[in-house]
C-alpha cells in the first residue's frame, strides 16, 4: 500500500559543497565522546567511572528518571575523562578507543518474538535511545506505546547525506530492525521515501510513502502531520533511517556496531565526500587531514546547516547525526550590507534580492545573520514554507507567552524543533524559532508531561 | 580597512555604555553587522527588517517627489502664475523646475520634523529600555510628510510626531508590539487637534491659508479656494477635474496621496517584492467597490433624492472612490502595515475587504471629514486581532474535530 505525499510550500536551499558518492574509510580516531546534551531532557546516572575498560556495548550510564534506558558505548576502550559541567553536570565522557576492537555479545535475536521481549532486547542493548517520540521530540518513553512509528529515508535538509547511498546494501539490516519495530506499535510503520530506489522503497511490515517536494518534505514531522497527526494523549515514535541499521545489525548479529556513513560537505571542503566512521568519534581528524583548511575561519557542525549543533575543532560526531557541515564564519561587517542588491546570498523576497532569478544556482552562504535581532514584524512569510497545517507565528508566540492551552490548541504535539528551521531561516527579525519551539516543548514536558 | 575597524573597535570599548544604541544605529546603517547564528540554522537567509522597510521607502519616493511638483504646481495654478496643464501627466507645464522647486521648499520641511523628531524619541526609548533602535520608524517617518496637507505648520507636525510615536508605539513596546499604524495615529492627533488645519478648502494649496489671512487684516486680494475633490462632492457641487487627472493626480489634496498612477505602480513594486500583502490590496479594492456600488444602487433606485447631503458622494461612479481621496495610499501603504494588520492569510481578506467597505461608508455618511480611509484603517487595526482569533480558532477547531473522530 502506498500512500503519496507532495507538498508545495517549503524551500530548497541549495548550497555549495555537496557530499561526492565516494566512500572513503576515516581514519579511525582514537577517540570518542558521548554527550549527554544530544539525548534532550536525559539526566544522566554515570556507570562508567574514570578509568573503567569498556566493550563496545558496554552500558556507559542510564536515565535517571527511567532507569531502562541504558546508553551504551559505540567502541572499545577505557574511560579516559569524565567533563563536567556546573553543578557537576556530566558534560561529555570521554573513551580511549583500543586498537582491535571487541564488542559485547547480545546474541542473535529471534525476529519472531513478541513486543515485550524485542522492546527488552532493544532496552538492554542500549538501542533504544535511537527512538525518539512526538510529542516533545526526547527519547521515547518506553512504558508508553505508540499510534504509529515514522521513518524518513528522505533527506531533503541542505548539504544532508544522501540516504539512498548511504543505506546501500543495507537492506537486511534495515528490513530486521523495521519488523522488529513493527510489533511495538498498534498502528503501522510508516516509512517516506523519496525514490524507487530508495533500499527502504520495499520495506515489508510498513507502509511506503512516495515523498516529494521542497524541503522540508523529507523531515519526519511533515509526514506525520500529513499521515496520522499527533492528538492530545497520543504518541508517535520517529526512528532515523540511518540509526535503523545499527539497530538492525544488533539483532541479526548481537553486536552493537556503532559505524555509520557520514557525507563531510559544505563550502569550506575542498573535496566533500562521505565518511565511513563511528557515532561519538573526533571530527578533527576527519575535517582537517582531508579538505578543511586548518587555520581557516570556518564553523564545523554537527548535523545539516539547519538544525545541527556547532562543533569545536576537537568535538565528536553527535548521536543521531550522518552529516558533518563546515561552512565559513560570516563575522564580518559589509559594507551597505542592508540595502545594496543581493547576489550571493539566498532569499525568498525580491527586495533587491536576486536568488529568485538562478533558482538553480548553488550558494555558498556563511553563518552571518544578515541583521540583527528584532520583534515580529513581518506576516505572512512563514507560512509560504511551513508545510505543517497549522499557524507558525501564532504557534511561536504561544511559546514566548507561555500559554500551554494555546500551544496545545496550535498544534505543539506535532512539532520538533527542525520543523522550524526554515521559518527560522527566512526570519526577517531574526528570532530564534528552533530555540523558541525547544523551550516551549519543555515547558509543556514539565507542566503536561 | 580603516573605518570598517575603527568603528568596531569603538563599539568594543563601549560596550557597556547607555548611548551605544544611538551609536549602533549609525554604525548598523552603514555596515551590516558581524552578528554570526549560534544554535538553531546556522545559515540565515538575506532579507532583514532594514532591508524590508526600505523596499517600502523606494516605493513611497516617487510618490514624495511627485508631491513636491503637485504642491508647486496647485500653487502657482491658484496664485493665477500659470494656466492649468493640458496633456496631464505628460504636460510640460506641470514638470518644471519651479513647482518643483517651490514643493521642495515645503515637503523637505516636513520630512525633516518628521524623521528629527521621530528617531530622536525612538533612540530615546532605545537607549531607555537597552535595545538597538528598530527599524520601524524608517517607514513611519516617509509617510507622515506624505499624508499631510502641504502647508501643516512644523511646530504642529512635531506634536503630533511626539504624541503618535509615544502613545501610537512605545507605549506598547516599540515596533512589531504596537496595535495602531503609527503614521496613522499621528495623522489621526493632528485631525483631532487641528482640524482647521486637517480639512477645509484652504490647507490643500500652499499659500491659501496664509492669503486668507492677510484678506481677514484688510488686504484686497482675490481668496483661493483649493478643496480636494471629495470636498467639492461633499458639498454637491460638480467636480472641476477630469478622470484622468484625478488618476495622475493633478489635483489637491495631502502631499502624497494624490498620484492614483504611482500609487498603482509602488503597490505593484510591492506585491512583486513579496513586502507587501496584495491580499490586502485587492480586498480592500473590491470592498471600495462593493459600497460604492451598493450606494450607486440606492442613488438609481430613487430612495434618495438630489437634495440630500449625501447625494453628491452617493451619486459619484462607484470606480471613482478609487481614484480620489486617500485611499489608494492609505491601501497600499497604510493598511498593509504588517504589524497592525491580520496576520493570518484568511484574515487579511477579511481585514482588507472591510477596510475597503467602512471607507467609501464613512466617506460618504461624514460629508464634514469625507475622507473615511484613515477611520477605516484604524478601526479595522483595532479589530485584526479579534479576526485573526477566529481564523486561529478554525484551525484549532478542526484539530479537535480530529481527535473526536478518533476517540469515536
Same mark, same amino acid.
Given at each position: 500500500m502506498?500512500?503519496d505525499?507532495?507538498i508545495k510550500?517549503?524551500?530548497? &536551499?541549495?548550497l555549495?559543497?555537496?557530499a561526492?558518492?565516494?566512500v572513503?574509510?576515516?581514519?579511525?580516531?582514537?577517540? +570518542?565522546?558521548?554527550?549527554?546534551?544530544?539525548?534532550?531532557?536525559? &539526566? =544522566?546516572?554515570?556507570?562508567a567511572?574514570?578509568?573503567?575498560?569498556?566493550?563496545?556495548?558496554?552500558?556507559?550510564?542510564?536515565?535517571?528518571?527511567?532507569?531502562?534506558?541504558?546508553?551504551?558505548? =559505540?567502541?572499545?576502550?577505557?574511560?579516559?575523562?569524565?567533563?563536567?559541567?556546573?553543578?557537576?553536570?556530566?558534560?561529555?565522557?570521554?573513551?580511549q578507543?583500543?586498537k582491535?576492537?571487541?564488542y559485547?555479545?547480545?546474541?542473535?535475536?529471534?525476529?519472531?518474538s513478541?513486543?515485550?521481549?524485542t522492546?527488552?532486547?532493544?532496552l538492554?542493548?542500549?538501542?533504544?535511545?535511537?527512538?525518539?517520540?512526538?510529542p516533545?521530540?526526547?527519547?521515547?518513553?518506553?512504558?508508553?506505546?505508540?499510534?504509529?512509528?515514522?521513518?524518513?529515508?528522505?533527506?531533503?535538509?541542505?548539504?544532508?547525506?544522501?540516504?539512498?547511498?548511504v543505506?546501500?546494501?543495507?537492506?537486511?539490516?534495515?528490513?530486521?530492525?523495521?519488523?522488529?519495530?513493527?510489533?511495538?506499535?498498534?498502528?503501522?510503520?510508516?516509512?517516506?521515501?523519496?525514490?524507487?530506489?530508495s533500499?527502504?522503497?520495499n520495506m515489508?511490515d510498513?507502509?511506503i510513502?512516495?515523498v516529494?517536494?521542497?524541503?522540508?518534505?523529507?523531515?519526519?514531522?511533515?509526514?506525520?502531520?500529513r499521515i496520522?497527526?499527533?492528538?492530545k494523549?497520543?504518541?508517535?515514535?520517529?526512528v532515523?533511517?540511518?540509526?535503523?541499521?545499527v539497530?538492525?545489525?544488533?539483532?541479526?548479529?548481537?553486536?552493537?556496531?556503532?559505524?555509520?556513513?557520514?557525507?563531510?560537505?559544505g563550502?569550506?571542503?575542498?573535496?566533500?565526500?562521505?565518511?565511513?566512521?563511528?557515532i561519538?568519534?573526533?571530527?578533527?581528524?576527519m575535517?582537517?587531514?582531508?579538505?578543511?583548511?586548518k587555520d581557516?575561519?570556518?564553523?564545523?557542525?554537527?548535523?545539516?546547516?539547519?538544525?545541527?549543533?556547532?562543533?569545536?575543532p576537537?568535538?565528536?560526531?553527535?548521536?543521531?547525526?550522518?552529516?558533518?557541515?563546515?561552512? =565559513?564564519?560570516?563575522?564580518?561587517?559589509?559594507?551597505?550590507?542592508w540595502?545594496? =542588491?543581493?547576489?550571493?546570498?539566498?532569499?525568498?523576497?525580491?527586495?533587491?534580492?536576486f536568488?529568485?532569478?538562478?533558482?538553480?544556482?548553488?550558494?555558498?552562504?556563511?553563518?552571518?545573520?544578515?541583521?540583527?535581532?528584532?520583534?515580529f514584524?513581518?506576516?505572512?512569510?512563514?507560512?509560504?514554507?511551513?508545510?505543517?497545517?497549522?499557524?507558525?507565528?501564532?504557534?511561536?508566540?504561544? +511559546?514566548?507567552?507561555?500559554?500551554?492551552d494555546e500551544m496545545?490548541?496550535?498544534?505543539?504535539?506535532?512539532?520538533a524543533?527542525?520543523?522550524?528551521?526554515?521559518?527560522?531561516?527566512? +526570519?526577517?527579525?531574526?528570532q530564534p524559532?528552533?530555540?523558541?519551539?525547544?523551550?516551549?516543548?519543555?515547558?509543556?514536558?514539565?507542566?503536561?508531561? | 580597512?580603516?573605518?570598517?575597524?575603527?568603528?568596531?573597535?569603538?563599539?568594543?570599548?563601549?560596550?557597556?555604555?547607555?548611548?551605544?544604541?544611538?551609536?549602533?544605529?549609525?554604525?548598523?546603517?552603514l555596515f551590516?553587522?558581524?552578528?554570526?547564528?549560534?544554535?538553531?540554522?546556522?545559515?540565515?537567509?538575506?532579507?532583514d527588517?532594514?532591508?524590508?522597510?526600505?523596499t517600502?521607502?523606494?516605493?513611497?519616493?516617487?510618490?514624495?517627489?511627485?508631491g513636491?511638483?503637485? *504642491?508647486?504646481y496647485?500653487?502657482?495654478?491658484?496664485?493665477?502664475?500659470?494656466? *492649468?496643464?493640458?496633456g496631464?501627466?505628460?504636460?510640460?507645464?506641470?514638470?518644471?523646475?519651479?513647482?518643483l522647486?517651490?514643493?521642495?521648499?515645503?515637503?523637505?520641511?516636513?520630512?525633516?520634523?518628521?524623521?528629527?523628531?521621530?528617531?530622536?524619541?525612538?533612540?530615546?526609548?532605545?537607549?531607555?529600555?537597552?535595545?538597538?533602535?528598530?527599524?520601524?520608524?524608517?517607514?513611519?517617518?516617509?509617510l507622515?510628510?506624505?499624508?499631510?496637507?502641504i502647508?501643516?505648520?512644523l511646530?504642529?507636525l512635531?506634536?503630533?510626531? *511626539?504624541?503618535?510615536v509615544?502613545?501610537?508605539?512605545?507605549?506598547?513596546?516599540?515596533?512589531g508590539?504596537?496595535?495602531?499604524?503609527?503614521?496613522l495615529?499621528?495623522?489621526?492627533?493632528?485631525?483631532?487637534?487641528?482640524?482647521?488645519?486637517?480639512?477645509?478648502?484652504?490647507?490643500?494649496?500652499?499659500? *491659501?491659508?496664509?492669503?486668507?489671512?492677510?484678506?481677514a487684516?484688510?488686504?484686497n486680494?482675490?481668496?483661493?479656494?483649493?478643496?480636494?475633490?471629495?470636498?467639492?462632492?461633499?458639498?454637491?457641487?460638480?467636480?472641476?477635474y477630469?478622470?484622468?487627472?484625478?488618476?495622475?493626480?493633478?489635483?489637491?489634496?495631502?502631499?502624497?496621496?494624490?498620484?492614483?498612477?504611482?500609487?498603482? !505602480?509602488?503597490?505593484?513594486?510591492?506585491?512583486?517584492?513579496?513586502?507587501?500583502?496584495?491580499?490586502i490590496?485587492?480586498?480592500?479594492?473590491?470592498?471600495?467597490?462593493?459600497?460604492?456600488?451598493?450606494?450607486?444602487?440606492?442613488?438609481?433606485?430613487?430612495w434618495?433624492?438630489?437634495?440630500?447631503?449625501?447625494?453628491?458622494?452617493?451619486?459619484t461612479?462607484?470606480?471613482?472612490?478609487?481614484?480620489?481621496?486617500?485611499f489608494?495610499?492609505?491601501?497600499?501603504?497604510?493598511?498593509?502595515?504588517?504589524?497592525?494588520?491580520?496576520?493570518?492569510n484568511?484574515?487579511?481578506?477579511?481585514?482588507?475587504?472591510?477596510?475597503?467597505?467602512?471607507?467609501?461608508?464613512?466617506?460618504?455618511?461624514?460629508?464634514?471629514?469625507?475622507?473615511?480611509?484613515? !477611520?477605516?484603517?484604524?478601526?479595522?487595526?483595532?479589530?485584526?486581532?479579534?479576526?485573526?482569533?477566529?481564523?486561529?480558532?478554525?484551525?484549532?477547531?478542526?484539530?479537535?474535530?480530529?481527535?473526536?473522530?478518533?476517540?469515536?
Amino acid at each position: 500500500m502506498s500512500k503519496d505525499i507532495k507538498i508545495k510550500k517549503g524551500l530548497d &536551499i541549495k548550497l555549495v559543497g555537496e557530499a561526492e558518492k565516494s566512500v572513503e574509510q576515516a581514519i579511525i580516531s582514537n577517540f +570518542c565522546t558521548i554527550r549527554p546534551e544530544d539525548f534532550h531532557s536525559v &539526566i =544522566p546516572k554515570l556507570i562508567a567511572k574514570e578509568g573503567a575498560t569498556l566493550k563496545a556495548g558496554d552500558v556507559i550510564f542510564y536515565d535517571k528518571s527511567n532507569e531502562d534506558v541504558k546508553f551504551v558505548s =559505540p567502541v572499545s576502550g577505557t574511560v579516559i575523562e569524565v567533563l563536567r559541567g556546573p553543578k557537576r553536570r556530566i558534560d561529555a565522557v570521554k573513551i580511549q578507543a583500543d586498537k582491535p576492537q571487541s564488542y559485547k555479545d547480545f546474541g542473535k535475536f529471534n525476529t519472531s518474538s513478541d513486543a515485550k521481549t524485542t522492546k527488552a532486547h532493544l532496552l538492554a542493548s542500549g538501542c533504544w535511545p535511537f527512538i525518539k517520540q512526538r510529542p516533545y521530540d526526547v527519547i521515547a518513553n518506553p512504558e508508553k506505546s505508540p499510534k504509529s512509528i515514522f521513518i524518513s529515508g528522505y533527506a531533503t535538509a541542505p548539504l544532508t547525506a544522501d540516504l539512498d547511498f548511504v543505506l546501500q546494501g543495507k537492506e537486511a539490516e534495515l528490513q530486521a530492525a523495521v519488523s522488529a519495530l513493527s510489533k511495538l506499535t498498534e498502528g503501522q510503520v510508516h516509512i517516506g521515501v523519496g525514490s524507487k530506489n530508495s533500499p527502504l522503497a520495499n520495506m515489508s511490515d510498513a507502509t511506503i510513502h512516495n515523498v516529494s517536494g521542497p524541503h522540508p518534505a523529507g523531515n519526519v514531522g511533515t509526514h506525520i502531520n500529513r499521515i496520522d497527526p499527533v492528538n492530545k494523549g497520543e504518541v508517535v515514535w520517529t526512528v532515523n533511517a540511518q540509526d535503523l541499521v545499527v539497530i538492525g545489525e544488533l539483532l541479526l548479529t548481537g553486536k552493537f556496531n556503532a559505524e555509520r556513513i557520514v557525507a563531510l560537505a559544505g563550502s569550506s571542503v575542498k573535496k566533500p565526500r562521505y565518511f565511513k566512521t563511528l557515532i561519538g568519534s573526533e571530527v578533527a581528524t576527519m575535517v582537517y587531514d582531508n579538505g578543511v583548511d586548518k587555520d581557516g575561519n570556518d564553523r564545523i557542525i554537527s548535523g545539516n546547516v539547519l538544525s545541527g549543533k556547532q562543533l569545536k575543532p576537537d568535538g565528536s560526531l553527535g548521536y543521531y547525526d550522518n552529516v558533518i557541515s563546515v561552512i =565559513p564564519e560570516g563575522d564580518d561587517y559589509e559594507l551597505f550590507g542592508w540595502n545594496k =542588491p543581493v547576489f550571493n546570498k539566498i532569499s525568498t523576497s525580491r527586495a533587491l534580492t536576486f536568488s529568485w532569478l538562478t533558482p538553480k544556482k548553488k550558494f555558498a552562504l556563511n553563518t552571518n545573520t544578515n541583521g540583527e535581532h528584532r520583534a515580529f514584524v513581518v506576516t505572512g512569510s512563514y507560512e509560504k514554507v511551513f508545510p505543517l497545517d497549522m499557524y507558525p507565528m501564532q504557534l511561536l508566540k504561544a +511559546c514566548m507567552y507561555e500559554d500551554l492551552d494555546e500551544m496545545e490548541a496550535l498544534g505543539m504535539y506535532e512539532v520538533a524543533p527542525e520543523d522550524f528551521a526554515l521559518t527560522e531561516f527566512i +526570519c526577517v527579525s531574526k528570532q530564534p524559532h528552533q530555540d523558541i519551539i525547544r523551550k516551549g516543548l519543555d515547558l509543556m514536558l514539565k507542566e503536561i508531561g | 580597512m580603516g573605518l570598517k575597524s575603527s568603528l568596531h573597535n569603538f563599539r568594543q570599548k563601549n560596550k557597556d555604555k547607555k548611548w551605544l544604541p544611538a551609536f549602533s544605529a549609525i554604525h548598523t546603517f552603514l555596515f551590516l553587522p558581524n552578528e554570526t547564528t549560534h544554535n538553531g540554522t546556522h545559515i540565515k537567509a538575506a532579507d532583514d527588517l532594514k532591508r524590508t522597510m526600505n523596499t517600502v521607502i523606494m516605493a513611497m519616493v516617487p510618490c514624495l517627489i511627485f508631491g513636491m511638483y503637485n *504642491a508647486g504646481y496647485q500653487h502657482h495654478l491658484a496664485f493665477g502664475d500659470i494656466q *492649468a496643464a493640458t496633456g496631464g501627466f505628460l504636460s510640460s507645464a506641470f514638470w518644471t523646475i519651479d513647482n518643483l522647486l517651490v514643493g521642495f521648499w515645503k515637503v523637505i520641511p516636513l520630512v525633516i520634523v518628521s524623521y528629527g523628531v521621530g528617531l530622536a524619541i525612538e533612540i530615546f526609548f532605545a537607549m531607555k529600555n537597552s535595545h538597538e533602535v528598530e527599524e520601524g520608524y524608517l517607514v513611519t517617518g516617509m509617510l507622515v510628510p506624505l499624508i499631510v496637507p502641504i502647508d501643516t505648520p512644523l511646530w504642529m507636525l512635531a506634536v503630533a510626531v *511626539a504624541f503618535g510615536v509615544v502613545i501610537g508605539k512605545e507605549v506598547f513596546g516599540g515596533t512589531g508590539m504596537n496595535i495602531l499604524n503609527p503614521a496613522l495615529t499621528i495623522r489621526a492627533f493632528l485631525f483631532f487637534a487641528y482640524p482647521t488645519w486637517m480639512s477645509g478648502d484652504k490647507v490643500w494649496v500652499h499659500g *491659501a491659508v496664509e492669503r486668507d489671512q492677510m484678506i481677514a487684516a484688510g488686504e484686497n486680494l482675490d481668496a483661493i479656494s483649493g478643496e480636494t475633490i471629495l470636498g467639492t462632492l461633499a458639498q454637491g457641487k460638480d467636480v472641476g477635474y477630469e478622470v484622468m487627472d484625478m488618476f495622475y493626480g493633478i489635483i489637491p489634496g495631502s502631499v502624497g496621496e494624490t498620484s492614483t498612477l504611482l500609487i498603482l !505602480l509602488a503597490g505593484l513594486f510591492l506585491i512583486f517584492t513579496k513586502i507587501g500583502s496584495w491580499r490586502i490590496m485587492l480586498s480592500s479594492a473590491i470592498g471600495a467597490l462593493v459600497m460604492g456600488l451598493i450606494f450607486n444602487g440606492v442613488v438609481s433606485s430613487g430612495w434618495i433624492t438630489e437634495s440630500s447631503k449625501f447625494y453628491g458622494l452617493m451619486s459619484t461612479e462607484f470606480w471613482h472612490h478609487l481614484l480620489i481621496g486617500g485611499f489608494a495610499f492609505g491601501t497600499v501603504f497604510m493598511a498593509t502595515d504588517p504589524v497592525t494588520a491580520s496576520q493570518t492569510n484568511k484574515g487579511k481578506w477579511i481585514y482588507g475587504f472591510l477596510i475597503g467597505f467602512i471607507s467609501i461608508m464613512i466617506r460618504v455618511f461624514n460629508p464634514a471629514y469625507p475622507e473615511g480611509v484613515m !477611520l477605516a484603517i484604524l478601526l479595522m487595526n483595532v479589530f485584526a486581532p479579534t479576526i485573526d482569533h477566529y481564523v486561529v480558532q478554525g484551525n484549532v477547531k478542526k484539530r479537535m474535530k480530529r481527535l473526536k473522530v478518533k476517540t469515536a
